[in-house]
């Protein structure tokens, strides 16, 4: 099933990244619903969402998102190639690479926003 | 019981029911299309603008285009499918007493079916009045 600690690791952290992601979704569909109040309440609670602290929440939002992502592609080649399974170790190294270049983008355009002071 | 296979012919076998194969397959496929959905969304919301500068006209003029309702209306949908299955594997695997997994799923559903309907209100039963 699981081979060694690499695939351990993999699934654990696709676990905790799915139910961080899932609590995550749930707040949101609540406060984007939240615009039928109009423009003064909504304002109010974007202005509350646009705090440091929970912009650096959404950064952690947005990386278990792309792990979650990633990870998920690693066992779709794993379920449907006849390679998969073999090189599971290797795929997931892979997963890090793809997220290290897709994740820094985001961090040289989102840190600059959040510490900028603009 | 969740399927821990690995190869679609090894979750054909461990599957009880054919609506658990089934899960693990839309499992499969609603992940691959969230991948471009989910991604998509965050790069728009928060590359391609500064996600600390959103108001209520952005959201309200983003709602109101049929485009974004059916691309918003199909990630929730699925991301939530998604999202709910998978607790529901984790729910299994964690609470052993039967009686008690019973109230934590009903619990947990229902908090799903509410926030699914408040989302699908907010995209197509609500006229936010762009002019």
């Known amino acids: 099933m699981y081979r060694g600690r690499e695939g351990q690791w993999a699934f654990f952290l ?40 929970f ?25 449907f190639t006849s390679w998969g399974v073999r090189v599971q170790r290797q795929l997931w190294y892979g997963v890090w690479v793809l997220f290290v270049v ?5 961090l040289f355009k989102i840190l600059p926003e959040i510490f900028g002071g603009k | 019981m969740a399927i821990r296979a690995r190869r679609y012919e090894d979750a054909k076998q461990q599957a009880g029911t054919n609506l658990e194969l089934a899960w693990w397959v839309f499992m499969r496929i609603s992940g691959l299309l969230l991948v471009f959905l989910a991604l998509g969304h965050l790069y728009i919301q928060n590359i391609l603008i500064n996600a600390g500068e959103i108001d ?3 959201v309200a003029k983003r709602l109101s285009q049929t485009t974004w ?12 499918l998604h999202g709910t299955n998978g607790m529901r594997y984790v729910i299994d695997d964690l609470v052993r007493n039967p009686a008690v997994r019973f109230w934590v799923k009903t ?6 079916a509410i926030l699914f309907f408040l989302g699908s209100l907010v995209l197509f039963n609500y006229d936010f009045q762009i002019s």
Not at chain 1, 17 to 27: E, N, P, T
Not at chain 1, 102 to 106: K, Q, R, S, T, V
Not at chain 2, 69 to 80: I, N
């Open chain 2, 56 to 58: 209520y006209d952005y």
């Open chain 1, 14 to 53: 696709h676990r905790i990244s799915g139910v961080a992601i899932l609590a995550f979704l749930l707040l949101h569909v609540l406060d984007i619903s939240l615009a039928m109040w109009g423009p003064e309440v909504f304002n109010r609670l974007l202005a509350f969402y646009h705090q440091t602290i």
């Open chain 2, 107 to 112: 619990v947990f559903y229902t908090v799903v």
């Open chain 1, 55 to 79: 912009r650096i929440g959404l950064l952690l939002v947005i990386a278990g998102v792309l792990y979650h992502a990633l990870n998920g592609l690693r066992i779709i080649l794993m379920d």
């Open chain 2, 69 to 80: 309702k059916v691309y918003d209306w199909l990630l929730l949908a699925l991301a939530l």
């Open chain 1, 102 to 106: 897709m994740y820094l983008p985001a």
